[in-house]
């Protein structure tokens, strides 16, 4: 096994752990912000009616519920946790446009280039080769579709940052112990978003990918940001 697999299959076990109560975290540790960034994440994805959709990384479907209410016809959702699917698919279950597929998003197994768009919402930092997951989401895309990339980053405003980094560092870990059971995933969060480029820097990823029009946008001061891009 490598040093690589091996740190997939900590971060699975991770989202494993926290599955059931991954929404309810989710919620009370962004103050349910995250509700806002994807309302904001599925405004720029610009779905038409009938599209079709792949919601990389989609854990519990929150974006692909969401992607369906907008119209699209069909949305996958793309998960390597079966424990984040499992909850997904119980959230999902009166919703037959939504389809669930387990498998790492760094192989996408899908052979043709049909997607009208692709979601990944707080998934593509979770990524070992972050390079290659960004590739295989311009192959699956159909030529003019769109990727929409909703991640955490970080703050502008240096008091800010400051503030943030003391609650991600010391508030967090504890409040995922008690809200979700794993302090180790609630230092990975923070660990995983320190190592995550600076938005200019995932831009230019995603340009080195092949994407073109690529733009972002910074949501509460940058404590998240939104990428947009498209495929030539
Ligand atoms: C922070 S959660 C985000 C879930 C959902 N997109 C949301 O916005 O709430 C990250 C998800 O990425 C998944 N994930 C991480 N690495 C992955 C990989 N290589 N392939 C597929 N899924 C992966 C995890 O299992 C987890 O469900």
């Known amino acids: 096994m490598t040093a690589t697999d091996d740190k997939a299959r900590t971060v699975r076990g991770y989202f494993n752990a926290i ?6 975290a989710n919620t009370l540790l962004s103050f349910g912000l995250h509700y806002l960034w994807k309302r904001r994440t599925i405004k720029e994805a610009r779905i038409s009616p009938g599209a079709s959709v ?8 929150d974006l692909a519920l969401r992607a369906a209410k907008a119209g699209a016809q069909s949305v996958m959702v793309c998960d390597f946790s079966a424990g984040m699917l499992s909850v997904g698919k119980k959230k999902a279950a009166a919703v037959p446009a939504i389809s669930f597929i ?11 280039s049909s997607f009208d768009v692709v979601l990944i919402g707080f998934g593509l930092r979770n990524l070992v080769d972050k390079e290659q997951g960004l590739r295989e989401m311009l192959r699956v895309l159909r030529p003019g579709g769109r990727l929409v990339c909703l991640e955490f980053s970080t703050p502008v405003w240096p008091w800010f940052r400051l503030l943030y980094d003391f609650y991600s560092r010391s508030i967090i870990p504890t409040a995922g112990l008690l809200i979700a059971g794993s302090r180790e995933a609630y230092e990975y969060l923070p660990d995983s978003i320190k190592k995550f480029p600076l938005p200019d ?4 990823l995603m340009q080195a990918a092949g994407f073109r029009q690529v733009r972002y946008t910074r949501l509460t001061n940058g404590i998240a940001a939104i990428h947009t891009a498209e495929k030539p």
Request: charged share 20%; hydrophobic share 40%.
């Open 201 to 204: 820097d995932l831009a230019a």
């Open 54 to 61: 792949l919601d990389l990384c989609g854990g519990t479907a």
């Open 19 to 24: 599955a059931g109560r991954y929404d309810l």
């Open 102 to 112: 387990c498998g790492d998003a760094q192989r996408i197994a899908c052979t043709g």
